[in-house]
């Protein structure tokens, strides 16, 4: 069977994800669906992969590069160049949906060595062809695009192992093309967690987490992943980065961070040595509750994160739009504890849930939950036990696969984050619901995810019906304003998807003209011809 352009565009391992009878319900009755339009595939995206775009390197350019990397190593067929084309940002399948690759990879090459990598890296440089590298593929803003051709640098086929586990210092030295599943698996076979859990974890790797910036769902408790990184071994044209392996030093400036949300344009991430963690679940301790308002559940987290007596790990809020739609999909609303919350204040359309765990020794666990419980209580919180934080847990992942059946009936379905400190949040929340529920028939489900004594990230779903015929324009019109009210209202470009090509027009307003120049002198040197991850990256030349 021929391979299609669907066979791309759906998410991870190409499984089909099928609306559920009671969200599609609710859909229904939110959009005015018909059963004649649910049955009616949209851009359904299922026709064979062809493209017009020739390999634009030359027959002794491919041979000197089966040389580097063996016969073996190398795809140029049509569908491996177009899988290799996009990442997950919305308008990349919708141009997937129809056939669109104006600009595919000349080559797909999958080093098998850290070696290969610098060989690789020597030979483009010299011959000034651009060359990406690609891990899972889950880029959210057009991160890993091959505007100019070039090569697509799979890094997850070969550098997929663990290279050491230190029990000694709690670190573990892992190759960059490692899936997060299997990362995860061998650690806990040894009695330990790598505590970065992203909701793109089943297919993003650990270098795509470095590269990008990323934030895992305990990121409250762990923090981001510059939190976890200890050292990096990173290849880049001008030479091979390597850090050494100290807690801490005070020798200059660290250059590891140079790297961490380079996003490709410095080089390859080929090792990650990481912080790890003891692996307990039986210790964890979870806890849910139900407030009468999302400021009455701001404030509780508030005071939570700026106590001292310690932090959660899960610290999720939903607000009260996010909250009644999964009441509603989760049939709640019929149910009699509905009445006994409304009864007692907690009404539609005002309450909010929040999911809580704590990780670590079984004493701190048991206290810090009774702590947090307390502190919920005197903002409102109605603790509604550890049932409903588990059963979000079990399914924490699973929302990133209703994206293409959404797409499938004609609706829009995107996400956007933000980094906002506490005293700008309430006004950002407001003002970017404002904006959107000026366009008619739209839901907007916002919640707090990742949370800091200072601040907090606010996270964004949207859904609407898409205008069909003008799908692209009418999703970047929309964006943009979005992208506006966000940065206008104090909040960041990004909290943990990254720059990429999406935002990369803005850094200029987001930092000052000497950040960007100070950038742009670290790109020049690690990379001075300009091959990695070419084409408006980050705001770079």
């Keep these: ?132 590298p690609v891990g899972g593929q889950s880029s959210v803003t057009r991160g890993v695009e091959t505007p100019q051709g070039g090569i697509a640098l799979d890094l997850t086929k070969h550098l997929n192992q663990v290279l050491d586990v230190n029990e000694i210092n709690m670190t573990a030295n892992v190759q960059a093309g490692m899936f997060g599943p299997a990362f995860e698996e061998h650690l806990n076979k040894l009695g330990y967690s790598c505590g970065h859990f992203p909701q793109s974890f089943e297919y993003s790797t650990v270098g795509g987490w470095v590269a990008a910036r990323g934030a895992g769902q305990a990121s409250t408790g762990y923090g981001k992943i510059d939190d976890m990184i200890v050292a990096l071994k990173v290849v880049t044209p001008a030479g091979v980065i390597e ?81 009644d739609i999964a009441f509603k999909t989760k049939g709640f609303e019929e149910k009699f504890s509905n009445k006994v919350l409304k009864a007692l204040g907690y009404l539609p359309g005002k309450r909010c849930l929040m999911f809580v765990s704590v990780e670590g020794d079984a004493s701190y666990t048991k206290f810090v939950k009774k702590k947090i419980k307390k502190t919920a209580k005197k903002n409102t919180g ?22 293409e059946p959404l797409m499938d009936i004609g609706i829009m379905t995107d996400t956007i ?54 799908e692209e324009d009418d999703y970047k019109q929309f964006h943009k304003g979005l992208v506006d009210t966000i940065h206008s209202n104090n909040g960041s470009l990004s909290h943990h998807h990254g720059i990429g090509r999406v935002m990369a027009p803005r850094m200029k307003g987001a930092v000052s003209e000497e950040v960007i120049k100070a950038m742009q002198a670290v790109k020049n040197h690690f990379d001075p011809n300009g091959i990695m991850n070419p084409g408006g990256m980050l705001g770079l030349g």
């Design 1 to 132: 069977m021929d391979k299609t352009y669907r066979d791309i565009l759906k998410w991870g391992d190409k499984r089909e994800q099928k609306i559920d009878d009671a969200t599609l319900k609710v859909i229904k009755e939110i959009f005015s669906l018909s059963d004649e339009t649910i049955a009616n595939k949209h851009l359904f995206g299922d026709t064979e992969v062809k493209l017009e775009k020739k390999i634009s390197l030359s027959e002794k350019q491919i041979n000197d590069l089966k040389e580097l990397a063996g016969d073996e190593n190398i795809l140029t067929d049509d569908f491996s160049r177009a899988n290799f084309s996009y990442g997950k940002y919305y308008s990349d399948l919708l141009f997937l949906r129809k056939g669109i690759i104006p600009t595919p990879p000349d080559v797909v090459i999958a080093p098998k060595s850290h070696n290969d990598v610098i060989k690789l890296l020597t030979y483009c440089n010299h011959n000034k062809i651009p060359i990406i």
């Design 243 to 323: 850090n050494k392996e100290y807690p801490a030093n005070a020798e200059a400036w660290d250059t590891y961070p140079l790297f961490v949300g380079s996003e490709g344009t410095l080089g390859v991430i080929t090792e990650v040595i990481m912080k790890i963690r003891n692996f307990r679940p039986e210790n964890t301790k979870y806890a849910s509750f139900v407030f009468k308002s999302f400021e009455a559940a701001t404030s509780a987290m508030r005071a939570i994160m700026q106590s001292g007596f310690g932090t959660p790990h899960l610290f999720r809020i939903s607000d009260p739009e996010e909250t």
């Design 382 to 403: 109605f603790y509604i036990g550890s049932g409903p934080t588990k059963n979000w847990l079990e399914q924490r992942y699973s929302s990133a696969y209703m994206r």
């Design 417 to 470: 984050e933000t980094a906002v400190t506490w005293e700008n949040l309430l006004s950002l929340h407001a003002s970017v619901r404002a904006y959107v529920k000026k366009r008619e028939k739209i839901v907007l489900m916002s919640h707090i995810s990742h949370v800091y004594t200072n601040g907090a990230n606010l996270y964004f779903t949207f859904l609407s019906p898409m205008e069909k015929g003008n």
